[in-house]
């Protein structure tokens, strides 16, 4: 299988169950972010226990397999599991580098929200 194919794949599951998420929040509580914390919570960890045990041998995923798991389910269910294990790579080297990216993708991604929302909202 081709990595895009497996990408496409894995995005579309990811995504359903991102969906899923937040369609069994909506029915149990009042909006509010916590499907969007669920899933960022529990895609950070899953992301992370899978890249210890490929890291440690205990697991071997060919490149479509990670490229399906990884970027597709992973990166459909949230793109913050994909800025934790980022963020985790750079503490390996520089945890100044971890920090600034950490620091750095929330304040401005907070900022070019505000921005993006003021341009467009009205």
């Known amino acids: 299988m ?3 194919l497996a990408v496409a794949l894995g995005g579309t599951l990811g995504t359903l169950a991102r969906h899923a998420v ?3 929040f909506a029915r149990a509580m ?3 972010p916590y ?3 669920a899933v960022n919570l529990v895609g950070s960890f899953v992301i992370g226990a899978l ?3 490929i890291a440690s041998g205990r697991l071997i995923f060919p490149a479509p397999l990670r490229a399906f798991i990884f970027v597709g389910i992973l990166g459909g269910f949230t793109t913050f599991s ?3 294990l980022d963020t985790l790579t750079l503490s390996d080297t520089s945890m100044e580098a971890a ?3 950490l620091a750095g993708q929330v304040a401005v991604g907070v900022i070019l929200t505000v ?3 003021r341009l467009f909202a009205g």
Do not use: D, E
């Open 2 to 4: 081709s990595i895009w």
């Open 51 to 53: 890249a210890g045990a």
């Open 30 to 32: 009042q909006p509010a």
């Open 115 to 117: 921005v993006g929302y």
């Open 22 to 24: 937040n369609v069994a």
């Open 82 to 84: 994909s800025f934790m």
């Open 35 to 37: 499907a969007t914390a």
């Open 99 to 101: 920090l600034a990216n």
